[in-house]
């Protein structure tokens, strides 16, 4: 673990959630990359070794301490909501010289508490427009970016499927957490209508399954146990960090059934990966997703459309190869998580400016 001390700290971006989650993904991304040209660091759990972290004791002892750079407050950098409370605590109740960001990234109304800390914050940053939409007040909107190397297509994706023992010679993945909201039930469905007419194609499902999400996981073992489908979708759940970009490269097409998301960090790595990817209609898919080059987009909670556009990709499997190597260009080109991180640098440097 790269560690650091705050009084040669400028940012701090806290991880303050006990369970591994998309945001935590974005964090263990984007911080390093920051790194590179800003005195920032995390704090928390599920934190790597290449990302510079502090312990909390130091927020709480040092906090008071002058940052560098001649800067008068530090920024704390939060994305959740009990990140912007403990935000909110140090400035008010300890007194601590900070200035409060908090990234939001869901789509759906707010509560009275989260509208409560979301006024106390000094900016408010989202990854898309579709989610800036829920927020009261300005927004400045800064995109995700992928990591190009940890997310890069295998130099023989049919070897790299070859390797995980599972039958036939391509992979059709959904990967997150597995809940309703994420939409797996519909991936599941699809693909019980859709790969007993495509023997070569098997279905790989991973993510955490959660025990208050147990009804949701027993209903979708029980519908692949009674359409006996049990060699064709493989539920493997959670798997551990560093595996997660093998199972990018092994597929060659990626399913995003999401029925609510505030970005939608998968297809973004799926494309980085080198794989085709179909994606509903929400978060940033239609941002991330070039319809008819690099994927298809089709409506949420729609299943018939799902199945129309995941169909011609199993039929005819040349058709992912060359989205895939489309969206490894887009991917390239135009989401890297380099320019996350200089957009997110220029923010802090803005409102360090401005206070």
Request: hydrophobic share 45%.
């Amino acid at each position: 673990m790269t560690k650091a001390d705050l009084r040669q700290i400028a940012a701090v971006a806290p991880n303050l959630h006990y369970r591994y989650s998309g945001v935590t993904a974005s964090i263990i991304a984007v911080v390093p990359e920051q790194a590179k040209t800003l005195a920032i660091a995390s704090v928390g759990p599920h934190l790597p070794p290449q990302v510079p972290r502090i312990s909390f004791w130091q927020v709480l002892s040092r906090g008071w301490s002058k940052p560098p750079g001649g800067l008068k407050r530090r920024i704390w950098h939060a994305r959740r909501n009990d990140e912007m409370l403990v935000g909110v605590m140090l400035r008010r109740v300890l007194r601590q010289p900070w200035l409060l960001i908090f990234s939001s990234v869901a789509q759906r109304k707010r509560t009275g508490l989260t509208k409560w800390l979301m006024r106390r914050m000094d900016r408010i940053v989202s990854p898309s427009e579709f989610s800036a939409a829920y927020c009261e007040g300005p927004v400045e909107i800064v995109h995700h970016g992928v990591d190009p190397v940890k997310f890069a297509p295998a130099p023989d994706r049919p070897a790299a499927w070859a390797e995980t023992g599972l039958p036939g010679k391509y992979g059709v993945g959904v990967f997150g957490r597995v809940r309703k909201q994420k939409g797996t039930d519909l991936f599941v469905e699809a693909m019980i209508r859709l790969l007993p007419k495509y023997p070569d194609w098997t279905a790989v499902v991973t993510g955490l399954m959660a025990a208050e999400e147990a009804g949701f996981t027993g209903n979708l073992k029980r519908r692949i146990s009674e359409t006996n489908m049990e060699n064709r979708i493989a539920l493997l759940g959670e798997r551990p960090q560093e595996e997660v970009p093998l199972w990018f490269r092994r597929i060659s097409l990626y399913v995003a059934p999401m029925r609510n998301e505030g970005f939608g960090l998968t297809p973004l790595e799926a494309m980085a990966s080198g794989a085709a990817v179909v994606a509903t209609r929400t978060g940033a898919a239609a941002y991330l997703v070039a319809e008819g080059i690099t994927g298809e987009i089709v409506p949420t909670d729609d299943l018939e459309a799902l199945i129309a556009a995941i169909e011609p990709f199993l039929a005819d499997p040349s058709r992912a190869d060359t989205f895939g190597r489309a969206g490894r260009e887009k991917a390239l080109t135009q989401h890297a998580l380099a320019n996350e991180a200089a957009a997110m640098n220029a923010l802090y440097e803005r409102l360090w400016k401005d206070s």
